[in-house]
């Protein structure tokens, strides 16, 4: 198995499958690209490994699959045991759908609060579109942790919290003030061993 990914300070669609992979145990070649380089040599470099041009890509069986949210999708079907959605079927309805509110939403704090693993706390004023976004992730991470008992989203470590950990990063980043409950679990993601072997190479 082989995931093709970005620059570990700025790709989070890249950490998410990552953290997954890394939930499973499994054992993977890991293949960087750089972002951000001139003269079109990122989309070079990216191409060869995935068609779409985009980071990340997992090639398996002689498939290559894109998308960090397909990609999380296949290994929870290839590797069933690792638990990678709650089993409660409600809960993982929820889970699911916080994780697509993630995946393709969020677009103001995504813009104003880019995950920079490389720079000190930066704290910052957030325009009201990225604070709308700041109270909608509380109130969904709050319900979640209050239905599952924690101590992640689905109880434990999943896809959810895989695809939240990067809106973490941010708000350590940017000094996003919290509530008790969510800056526990933003502590809680960023402890993790996996993570931090993320943030050292970062
Ligand atoms: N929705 C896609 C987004 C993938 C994406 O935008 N990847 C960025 C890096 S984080 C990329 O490959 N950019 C190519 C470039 O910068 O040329 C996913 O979830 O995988």
Redesign the pocket.
């Known amino acids: 198995m082989e995931l093709v990914i970005?620059t570990k300070r700025?790709?989070?669609?890249?950490l998410?499958p990552w953290l997954v992979l890394r939930q499973i145990g499994v054992d993977f070649v890991e293949t960087l690209?750089d972002?951000?380089q001139a003269d079109n040599q990122?989309?070079a470099g990216?191409l060869p490994h995935?068609p779409?041009?985009?980071?990340?890509a997992l090639k398996d069986d002689g498939l290559v699959i894109?998308?960090?949210?397909?990609?999380c999708e296949y290994l929870a079907e290839r590797f069933p045991e690792a638990g990678l959605w709650p089993s409660d079927p409600a809960l993982r309805a929820l889970a699911r759908s916080a994780t697509c509110e993630m995946?393709s939403g969020f677009q103001a704090l995504r813009q104003e609060c880019p995950m920079a693993l490389e720079i000190d706390v930066q704290p910052k004023d957030l325009s009201e579109a990225t604070q709308l976004n700041v109270e909608r992730i509380q109130e969904v991470w709050s319900d979640l942790l209050a239905r599952s008992g924690g101590p992640f989203l689905g109880g434990a470590f999943g896809i959810v919290d895989a695809f939240y950990t990067p809106v973490a990063t941010r708000f350590r980043t940017y000094g996003v003030s919290l509530k008790p409950d969510c800056q526990a679990y933003v502590d809680r993601l960023l402890a993790r061993p996996d993570f931090l072997a993320w943030a050292a190479a970062a």
């Open positions: 970005g700025w790709s989070t669609w890249s998410r690209v972002l951000r990122t989309r990216i995935s779409s041009g985009l980071v990340p894109v998308d960090s949210l397909a990609i995946h």
